[in-house]
């Protein structure tokens, strides 16, 4: 069930709730409830499963080679040509090493939500997926969002980033 669907099913669904409370209809309240519902349930199992997409797809193959040390081979298997073009492979692996010293090893890593948004200066769509990454025995975490583009095949590429409570000023998500 496509987006649009299902938004227009919540709208309907919210229409017969309003008109069954207005004219006093018990029965158009409930099914107007029943719709609204249903819609809502929808769209949250297609967050489940986009979510579930994105992480065997993208984020647990990215982390996965991260946290085994193969920086590189992540860099180039899932990150855009013009993430490459602002961050190159050096700093990047500078930067994660700095991390790994000061916090440890990244153990583990969740997705905890993602947002669609468009960006304002190009006009594209940009998918944003937060992340939750765990480093050392200590559990230190940082929140991270990657910005992800789709690349010529269809595929998730990281395009860009933000690190919500890190100072200290490592400069790449690695």
Known sequence: MSTIQIVLIIIVGILLLVLGIYKGYGLLILLGLAVAIFGLYQSYQKTVAFEEEINQKLVTPYFTLISEGKIEEAYEKFTTKAYK??????DYQAN????????????????FGKEE???????????RV????YFGESNYFINIVLDLKTDAQGNYKVDGFFMKNLSGGYPGPW
């Open 96 to 111: 994660y090493q700095r991390l790994q010293t000061e916090k440890g090893k990244l153990n583990r890593w969740k997705i």
């Open 117 to 127: 948004s468009t960006n304002i200066i190009d006009g594209s769509s940009l998918l």
């Open 85 to 90: 073009a602002k961050y190159a492979l050096a």
């Open 130 to 133: 937060k992340v939750d990454c």
